[in-house]
């Protein structure tokens, strides 16, 4: 760091995505101490929807008021002086790499991912094939995709045997009104009134004991009036891996002990099923018209380690549309290197990987840093990034005695580049006047709140003094 950096002002911090990745990289910036030469932290999170929270507000279930209370601890570290929130800004059109290198002494980049990762198998672009993120943005009303949504399928696959898997499974099973005490708006409320759906098939590639889901999300689809769960006993089946599996993960047990009993029990009179199928490998599917008309498994069975091989016994199922659920994608980001396969930005704890010299050595992107998804890919719960975040932070700390100091770190004079560009950013105080004015709209329904979904409705309502239509 040069001297005329040495005066006493806050280490000025970008981060670009206001979800739990970056308001966890802000608390731990905030809870570590102030580098040499700096006066403590000031952070600006950048978000590209006009409200925070990204996952959480347009990521989870709406039946998931346990994990959406997440939002009132990354509430306490918006509410900090040091933060601030920069909302309605599209990295890479709004505001480029090298505008944030003038405004801060280092750039984090915490963008998620938000994108299907894809499935390659035959009739994957028919339509009735669907990627289950799109769907998840639908039915969480995100201002960017349509307002409705086909739901004339009676007989539905869903691809997968992770949360979202069962986030877009129960969903789908449930009624209209089951879910119009949650913050659904009213297209999202419509559109899930009408849903035709009377049986949902979630298929696993493998067993019970290799499920991706949480016992408590697997617990959950059993707790509807409306859902029936059936389990084929045929399908509870455990190999030498398996069974190692259920000893080394007292969570990998429950889930098969609960599927145990499912298979076990009597089928109800429940009037939507929710079938949970394993050692069904989706192969193709299978269309007519252009459209999905049914999909094609083969039957897999373990081979000792856990891990599954087919058969070559195939199965057409009766299916008229298919979601597939195989994983989330992160999206390249303008100025960064990205390793397309993986779905990250290249990085070796957080610092933004160039490539390697020709002595071997690792080169670095300047003053540029990841974390959450976009470091590390999207698996783990939300919990997980905290320790992405501390790591991120404990190398940008180590890292600020050899940055080039921001040559315009003044506060003021990053606003005033937005202003000067017209670009309506919305702002923490305007996300509590959004806040108020959905909840106003849930509040004649007995509803916590009611989701606003027109990204111009939303900017109306974060301004002081004006609400949305």
């Known amino acids: 760091?040069?001297?005329?950096?040495?005066?006493?002002?806050?280490?000025?911090?970008?981060?670009?995505?206001?979800?739990?990745?970056?308001?966890?990289?802000?608390?731990?910036?905030?809870?570590?101490?102030?580098?040499?030469?700096?006066?403590?932290?000031?952070?600006?999170?950048?978000?590209?929807?006009?409200?925070?929270?990204?996952?959480?507000?347009?990521?989870?279930?709406?039946?998931?008021?346990?994990?959406?209370?997440?939002?009132?601890?990354?509430?306490?570290?918006?509410?900090?002086?040091?933060?601030?929130?920069?909302?309605?800004?599209?990295?890479?059109?709004?505001?480029?790499?090298?505008?944030?290198?003038?405004?801060?002494?280092?750039?984090?980049?915490?963008?998620?991912?938000?994108?299907?990762?894809?499935?390659?198998?035959?009739?994957?672009?028919?339509?009735?094939?669907?990627?289950?993120?799109?769907?998840?943005?639908?039915?969480?009303?995100?201002?960017?995709?349509?307002?409705?949504?086909?739901?004339?399928?009676?007989?539905?696959?869903?691809?997968?045997?992770?949360?979202?898997?069962?986030?877009?499974?129960?969903?789908?099973?449930?009624?209209?009104?089951?879910?119009?005490?949650?913050?659904?708006?009213?297209?999202?409320?419509?559109?899930?009134?009408?849903?035709?759906?009377?049986?949902?098939?979630?298929?696993?590639?493998?067993?019970?004991?290799?499920?991706?889901?949480?016992?408590?999300?697997?617990?959950?689809?059993?707790?509807?009036?409306?859902?029936?769960?059936?389990?084929?006993?045929?399908?509870?089946?455990?190999?030498?891996?398996?069974?190692?599996?259920?000893?080394?993960s007292k969570q990998v047990d429950m889930i098969c002990n609960t599927l145990e009993q499912w298979a076990i029990r009597d089928v109800g009179d429940r009037p939507h099923k929710l079938f949970l199928h394993f050692f069904e490998s989706p192969a193709e599917i299978l269309g007519s018209g252009g459209k999905v008309v049914g999909l094609r498994t083969e039957r897999t069975q373990l081979d000792g380690t856990g891990n599954c091989k087919g058969t070559g016994e195939y199965k057409d199922w009766d299916i008229q549309a298919v979601y597939r659920a195989v994983g989330y994608l992160s999206q390249n980001i303008p100025a960064l290197p990205f390793d397309d396969q993986a779905g990250t930005v290249p990085n070796e704890a957080g610092r933004v990987l160039v490539d390697e010299g020709a002595d071997g050595a690792a080169r670095y992107l300047p003053q540029t840093y990841v974390t959450g998804w976009i470091k590390r890919g999207p698996v783990g719960l939300i919990g997980h990034t905290k320790g992405d975040a501390n790591e991120t932070i404990a190398c940008l700390l180590d890292d600020v005695k050899d940055f080039t100091p921001a040559a315009n770190p003044d506060p003021e004079a990053v606003t005033a580049f937005l202003e000067d560009k017209g670009i309506p950013f919305t702002t923490w105080a305007g996300w509590y006047r959004l806040d108020a004015h959905e909840r106003a709209l849930g509040e004649p329904e007995g509803r916590e709140r009611v989701k606003v979904v027109e990204r111009e409705d939303m900017l109306r309502a974060s301004e002081p003094d004006k609400v949305a239509n």
């Open 1 to 248: 760091m040069t001297e005329q950096s040495a005066a006493t002002r806050p280490l000025r911090i970008a981060i670009v995505g206001a979800g739990p990745a970056g308001i966890y990289a802000a608390d731990a910036l905030m809870k570590s101490d102030a580098p040499a030469g700096f006066d403590g932290v000031s952070i600006d999170l950048y978000e590209r929807m006009p409200a925070p929270f990204g996952l959480i507000r347009y990521g989870v279930a709406p039946d998931h008021p346990r994990i959406k209370g997440i939002i009132t601890a990354l509430h306490k570290v918006l509410d900090k002086p040091q933060v601030r929130l920069l909302g309605n800004i599209d990295y890479g059109v709004d505001i480029t790499l090298d505008d944030l290198r003038g405004f801060y002494d280092a750039v984090i980049f915490s963008t998620g991912a938000n994108a299907d990762r894809a499935l390659d198998i035959p009739g994957i672009d028919l339509d009735g094939s669907y990627g289950a993120a799109d769907f998840v943005s639908w039915y969480d009303g995100h201002p960017d995709v349509p307002r409705t949504w086909p739901l004339d399928a009676q007989k539905v696959a869903v691809l997968g045997v992770g949360n979202v898997a069962l986030d877009v499974a129960r969903v789908l099973a449930k009624t209209g009104d089951e879910l119009l005490p949650t913050e659904i708006p009213p297209n999202v409320y419509e559109g899930l009134k009408a849903n035709q759906a009377l049986e949902v098939h979630v298929f696993g590639r493998r067993g019970p004991a290799q499920a991706k889901f949480t016992p408590l999300e697997l617990r959950e689809l059993d707790h509807s009036p409306t859902i029936e769960v059936i389990v084929d006993p045929e399908d509870i089946d455990y190999d030498e891996g398996s069974e190692a599996a259920r000893r080394h």
